[in-house]
C-alpha cells in the first residue's frame, strides 16, 4: 500500500459527466466505486504506482490515512490548472473527497453544458437570476462566467492582478526593436550607397527627388512586411518547442501555446513601420547629392551633421530628468519611478550618444596604434564619419546595455537574498522530527533511523548536530522548552557569525525579548543571561553541560500533556518520549561548500530518502536559496536569450558599416595597396576598426548596465531588505570579450571584399 498524497494532493470529484470531464485517462479507466482513484502519471511514476496498485489517501488535519484500500484505475493527463501544478492529483468519489476535508466539501464551480442549438446568452441570464438569490458557502459572491471569461480571472488571481512578466519581456523587445532600427539603417545607408551611380543616372534621365526617394520606402516597406510576416511565423515555432519543453516538466505541465491575432497584426506592423522609418534617412541621401556629381568618380563627402543642437538639448533633459527619476526610484525603493527614470535617462543617452561615442573610440583607438601602419589609419578610420559611428555603436550599446543589466541585476538580487538568508537562517538546513512519528506525514520511528551517523552518511552533508529537546521550569511555575546540544559540534554547523553558546547562558532566537531568564532547579532559583542572535529561525539553545546542571522540575510536562513523571537520563524531570513526541528531535546540518541549486536539491532528496521524512521536514537557508537561485537563473536565461538576438542584430550593424566603409575608400585602399600594403595589412586594418567600434560599444554597455542594473535591483528589492550590490567582472569580461570576437567575425567578409580586388582596378575610373 502506498500513502499517497499527504500535504500536497490535490483530489478532484469523479462525477462529472463525459461532456464536462476535464481529466483525461490516458491509461486504465475512470473510476467508478467509492473504493476507486486514479492518480495522475506524473505522481504514479514518483510513487511508483501502476494501474491495480492500491493507494491510501491522508484524511484531514493529519490523521491516518483512509482505512479502506484504494483502488487506481487508471492515469491520468497532467491537468492544465496551474493551481494543482506539481501536485499529487487524484481523482476519487464524494466520499473520499469529504473524508479529505474533514466532512466538509464545498464545489469551486459548476459547469454547465449547453444544449446543441441553445442560445448561450438567455441561458446565462436565466442562470443569472437563480444564482443571484444562492448563498455561497464560502461567503463570496456567485457569478457565471464563459470558459474564456473563467481563465481571464484565473490568471489574473495567479498573477495576482498584474503581469510583471509580460512588462519585462515587452520592454527587452521594445529594446531589441530599437535595435533593428538603427541596424537597418545602417543597412540601407549600404544599399544606397551601392546604387549611388545608378539612382545618379535615373535622376539625369528625368527621374524626380520625390521618386527616388519613394522608390527606396517602397523598396524598405516590402523587405519590412516580407521580414516581419517570416519572424511572425517563426515566433510560433520557438514558442511551441518551449511549450513542449515545459510541459515535460511538473510545474510547467499545464503550459499551452496561445497566438492571439493581435499579436501577429501587431508584430507585422512593427516590422513594416520600423523598417520604413529606418530607411527614410537613407531614402533622403540618395536624392541628396546632385546627378552629375554623383556621376563623377569621386569619394563621397563625409556626413558631419548638422543636428547637433537638436540632440543636445533634448538629450540633456531626458538625460537629467531621467538620473532624477532614477535615483528617486532608488533611494525609495519604488519601483515605477525606477522604470520611468531607466527609460528616460537611456534615451538621453542615445540622443547624447553624437557627443560621446566618436571621442571614446578616438581614445581607445590610441591603443591600436603601437600595431602599427593598420592600428594607426583603423583608429583614424574609425570616426572618419562620425555619425555612422555613432549609429553602430549605439546599436551594440543597446543590446550590452540590456543584458549587462540582468546580469548585474541578478547578480545583486543573489546576493542580496545571500546576505538576508544568512541573516535569517543561522544552518543550512534543519530536519524536523527526526526519529518522532509527526501526523500527516510518513515519519518513520526511533528504531528505523539512525540520526545523524545517518544523515553524516548523506553525500554532501559535511557536519551535523542533534539537538536534544528538554523543558526548564521558571520560578513561577511555567515550563521554558529549549534545546541542550554540545557547543563544540554546534560550532560545526552554524554560519551565522554572532550565535556562539557557551555554558550558563541561553542563546535565543531575534524574538525573545527576555534579557536573562530566572529557573528554578534543585539547588535554588537560577538566573541566565539570554544573548540573543540577528537569526529569525532559530531555538533557544543550552549547552548539555548547563541542562545536566540546572535539571528540570517534575511537573514540567504537565504544562505540554505530559503523563509520565521524572525519566531517567541526564536532563532530570524531563520524559525523553513524551517530550520527543510533542516537541520533536531536530537535526541541524551543514553542508559541503559550493553546492548549486541542483546539488543542494539532491541532499535534500536523500535525506528524506533516508529519514522516511516529508521535503518540506528538511527546510533551511540552503533550499531557500536554491529556490531563488533558480528562479532567478530561469529569468536570466531568458532574458539573455532574447537580448543575444539584439547583440547579434547590432553586430550585423557593425559589418554594416564596415562595408559601407570598404565601399566609399574604395579608390583610398587600392591606393594604400599600391603603396605597399598587404592584403593582410589591409584585413587587419579593418578587423581593428570593427573591434574598436564594438568593443567601445560593449564597454560603454558594461557601464551603463552595471548603472541600471544596481539602480534596478535598489527599486525592486530596496523596500524588501537591505541590498548588497555585486558586480559579476567575470561575466561582464565574457560579454566585452564576445564583443570583440564577434567584431573580428563582422570585419571577415567586408574585409575579403576590400582587399579582393588588385589596386590597379581599384584605381581605375568607371
Do not use: K
Amino acid at each position: 500500500m502506498v500513502t499517497g498524497a499527504g500535504p500536497a494532493s490535490a483530489v478532484l470529484p469523479a462525477t462529472a459527466p463525459a461532456s464536462l470531464e476535464t481529466a483525461d485517462v490516458i491509461e486504465g479507466s475512470y473510476p467508478s466505486m467509492p473504493d476507486e482513484v486514479a492518480l495522475d502519471v506524473a505522481s504514479a511514476d514518483r510513487l511508483d504506482v501502476s494501474v491495480g496498485d492500491t493507494v491510501a489517501v491522508d484524511s484531514a488535519g493529519g490523521s491516518p490515512p483512509l482505512g479502506e484500500a484504494l483502488t487506481v484505475t487508471g492515469l491520468l493527463a497532467p491537468s492544465s490548472d496551474p493551481t494543482v501544478a506539481g501536485t499529487v492529483q487524484v481523482l476519487a468519489s464524494p466520499a473520499v473527497l469529504r473524508e479529505t476535508t474533514g466532512g466538509e466539501a464545498y464545489p469551486a464551480n459548476v459547469q454547465v453544458h449547453l444544449a446543441p442549438g441553445a442560445d448561450a446568452d438567455a441561458v446565462r441570464a436565466a442562470i443569472g437570476e437563480i444564482v443571484s438569490t444562492v448563498e455561497s458557502p464560502t461567503g463570496g459572491e456567485v457569478t457565471v462566467r464563459t470558459p474564456a471569461e473563467q481563465t481571464v480571472v484565473d490568471v489574473a488571481a495567479l498573477s495576482s492582478g498584474t503581469d510583471v512578466l509580460t512588462g519585462i519581456l515587452l520592454a527587452f523587445a521594445v529594446g531589441a526593436a530599437l535595435v533593428a532600427g538603427l541596424v537597418l539603417s545602417d543597412t540601407f545607408s549600404v544599399l544606397v550607397a551601392q546604387r549611388t551611380r545608378e539612382l545618379a543616372l535615373l535622376r539625369c534621365i528625368g527621374a524626380e527627388r520625390r521618386q527616388i526617394r519613394a522608390s527606396v520606402l517602397v523598396e524598405a516597406a516590402i523587405v519590412g512586411l516580407v521580414s516581419a510576416v517570416l519572424g511572425v511565423l517563426l515566433a510560433p515555432g520557438v514558442m511551441a518547442v518551449l511549450v513542449m519543453i515545459a510541459q515535460r516538466t511538473e510545474l510547467g505541465s499545464f503550459a499551452v501555446l496561445s497566438v492571439p491575432p493581435s499579436a501577429i497584426l501587431v508584430g507585422v506592423l512593427v516590422g513594416v513601420l520600423m523598417t520604413v522609418l529606418a530607411a527614410l534617412v537613407p531614402a533622403r541621401a540618395a536624392t541628396r547629392v546632385a546627378p552629375l556629381a554623383a556621376l563623377r568618380p569621386s569619394d563621397p563627402v563625409p556626413g558631419r551633421g548638422r543636428s547637433g543642437l537638436l540632440r543636445l538639448v533634448p538629450g540633456l533633459i531626458a538625460l537629467l530628468a531621467g538620473t532624477g527619476l532614477l535615483r528617486s526610484g532608488a533611494l525609495g525603493a519604488s519601483l515605477l519611478p525606477g522604470v520611468a527614470g531607466g527609460v528616460l535617462s537611456f534615451l538621453g543617452v542615445v540622443l547624447l550618444a553624437p557627443f560621446f561615442v566618436p571621442a571614446s573610440v578616438a581614445l581607445v583607438g590610441r591603443i591600436a596604434r603601437p600595431l602599427g601602419v593598420p592600428g594607426v589609419l583603423a583608429s583614424v578610420n574609425a570616426v572618419r564619419n562620425p555619425a555612422r559611428t555613432t549609429s553602430s555603436s549605439a546599436a551594440l550599446m543597446v543590446g550590452v546595455t540590456l543584458v549587462t543589466m540582468m546580469m548585474v541585476g541578478a547578480a545583486t538580487a543573489r546576493t542580496t537574498f545571500d546576505a538576508e538568508l544568512d541573516e535569517n537562517y543561522a544552518v543550512d538546513l534543519q530536519v524536523a522530527a527526526l526519529g518522532a512519528e509527526v501526523p500527516g506525514s510518513a515519519g518513520t520511528g526511533p528504531d528505523d533511523v539512525a540520526g545523524v551517523s545517518a544523515l553524516l552518511r548523506v553525500d554532501g552533508v559535511e557536519s551535523a548536530v542533534e539537538l536534544t529537546p528538554a523543558l526548564l521550569t521558571d520560578e513561577d511555575g511555567g515550563a521554558q522548552p529549549v534545546y541542550s546540544v554540545d557547543p563544540q559540534e554546534l560550532a560545526g554547523v552554524l554560519r551565522a557569525e554572532d550565535a556562539a553558546l557557551t555554558d550558563d547562558m541561553v542563546l535565543a532566537p531575534q524574538s525573545w525579548e527576555q534579557r536573562e531568564v530566572t529557573l528554578d532547579t534543585r539547588d535554588g532559583p537560577v538566573t541566565l543571561p539570554v544573548t540573543a542572535t540577528d537569526s529569525v529561525f532559530f531555538v533557544p539553545l543550552v549547552s548539555t553541560a548547563t541542562a545536566e546542571r540546572l535539571g528540570a522540575a517534575p511537573d514540567a510536562l504537565e504544562a505540554y500533556g505530559g503523563e509520565e513523571s521524572v525519566a531517567a537520563g541526564a536532563l532530570e524531570g524531563v520524559a525523553a518520549t513524551t517530550l520527543d513526541a510533542y516537541l520533536g528531535t531536530t537535526v541541524w546540518l551543514r553542508l559541503d561548500d559550493g553546492l548549486d541549486a541542483d546539488a543542494v536539491t539532491g541532499v535534500q532528496s536523500r535525506i528524506v530518502a533516508a529519514t522516511g521524512l516529508e521535503q518540506y521536514q528538511v527546510q533551511g537557508a540552503a533550499t531557500e536559496r536554491a529556490a531563488y537561485n533558480q528562479i532567478i537563473d530561469v529569468m536570466l536565461l531568458i532574458v539573455t536569450a532574447l537580448l543575444a538576438v539584439a547583440v547579434l542584430i547590432a553586430l550585423i550593424g557593425v559589418a554594416n558599416t564596415l562595408s559601407l566603409s570598404v565601399l566609399e575608400r574604395r579608390r583610398e585602399n587600392s591606393l594604400l595597396r599600391a603603396l605597399g600594403l598587404t592584403r593582410g595589412q589591409l584585413r587587419g586594418m579593418l578587423a581593428v576598426e570593427a573591434v574598436l567600434i564594438a568593443g567601445v560599444a560593449a564597454l560603454l554597455g558594461s557601464l551603463l548596465g552595471a548603472v541600471y542594473g544596481g539602480a534596478g535591483a535598489r527599486s525592486a528589492l530596496g523596500g524588501v531588505t537591505a541590498v548588497v550590490p555585486a558586480v559579476p567582472f567575470g561575466q561582464l569580461g565574457l560579454v566585452l570579450a564576445v564583443a570583440v570576437v564577434a567584431g573580428l567575425l563582422a570585419s571577415v567578409l567586408p574585409a575579403g571584399r576590400a582587399a579582393r580586388p588588385p589596386p590597379g582596378a581599384g584605381l581605375a575610373t568607371d
